[in-house]
Every structure is written in C-alpha cells, then in structure tokens.
C-alpha cells in the first residue's frame, strides 16, 4: 500500500499501489469538482515522493498548463502513485 500524509490534515492515507488519487475524496478536506483535470480543485503541492508518482497524462498536462502551476504541482483527479509515499499540502 503506497501512503499520501497531508501536511496540512497532519494525517497519513493508504491508497492501493498504483491507483489514481482521487481515491482520496472523502478521506480528507481536497475537493474533487470535476475529476477530469479541468477545474483546479484538486491541485496540490508535492513536498516530499515526487518519484513515487507517474509522469503526468495529458489531460493533466492540460489542467496544469492551464492553472499556471509550478513543477511541483498536481491535479490529483488525474496524478497515479507508483508506491511508496508522497507528502502534500493544499
């Protein structure tokens, strides 16, 4: 089971290796709008595990280009963890 502690809930949630983010809705205080990468709810900032994530798909790609986001941000309705663990603010 791969880990995503949200720094700023001070709590810690397992997700199944490989699964997409968004299985996070309704385990924390993220808000999942649209789920398909157009809206920026769901964008974070990765601070630790960036290597435990997958290369963004273009649907992110396209969110993130259009938020104006830095390197280290992700639309989690689209971004999948590999495994291991990832530490995220919002």
Known sequence: M???EIKNEG???EVPDGSCLV???GKCG???ACKAGACGSCKVKVL????NLESPNEQEKSGLATFGSDPKERL???TKIKSGKIV???
Not at 48 to 51: C, F
């Open 30 to 32: 993220i808000v999942f």
């Open 2 to 4: 791969a880990q995503v």
């Open 23 to 25: 299985e996070l809705e």
């Open 88 to 90: 995220i603010e919002y």
């Open 11 to 13: 709590k810690t949630i």
């Open 48 to 51: 630790e595990g960036m290597e």
């Open 76 to 78: 989690l309705c689209e």
